[in-house]
């Protein structure tokens, strides 16, 4: 069974950082591009940041400049960065892996964060 084990979330100061890990086991699937979303209360779940296996990288216009991901393709691993965290940035962070030839994508349980002002 496929697992997306999400962790480094929390309570953190605006101005502060936090990173986010997500691992990804149990695919028989190659993995694809991985990234992350994220939803606030009241909110639609929006693209955060998504990576591709080769290293290409997109991101929302809110977090350019301030995140950063990255992922470790042997490790089925992807990091989110996050500096100059603002009280905007506040919401479950879902991460995501996207089987290559199968269909749907992978999803992690969440990871709250939390920005104080």
């Known amino acids: 069974q496929v697992q997306l084990v999400e962790s480094g979330g929390g309570l953190v100061q605006a101005g502060g950082s936090l990173l986010l890990s997500c691992v990804a086991s149990?695919?028989?699937?190659?993995?694809?591009?991985m990234g992350w979303y994220r939803q606030a209360p009241g909110k639609q779940r929006e693209l955060v940041a998504v990576?591709?296996?080769?290293?290409?990288?997109k991101y929302a216009d809110s977090v350019k400049g301030r995140f950063t991901v990255s992922r470790d393709n042997a490790k089925n691993t992807v990091y989110l960065q996050m500096n100059s965290l603002k009280a905007e940035d506040a919401a479950v962070y879902y991460c995501?892996?996207?089987?290559?030839?199968?269909?749907?994508?992978?999803w992690g349980q969440g990871t709250q964060v939390t920005v104080s002002s």
């Open positions: 995501y892996a996207d089987p290559v030839g199968a269909p749907g994508d992978y």
């Open positions: 149990g695919s028989r699937f190659s993995i694809g591009s």
């Open positions: 990576i591709s296996r080769g290293g290409n990288t």
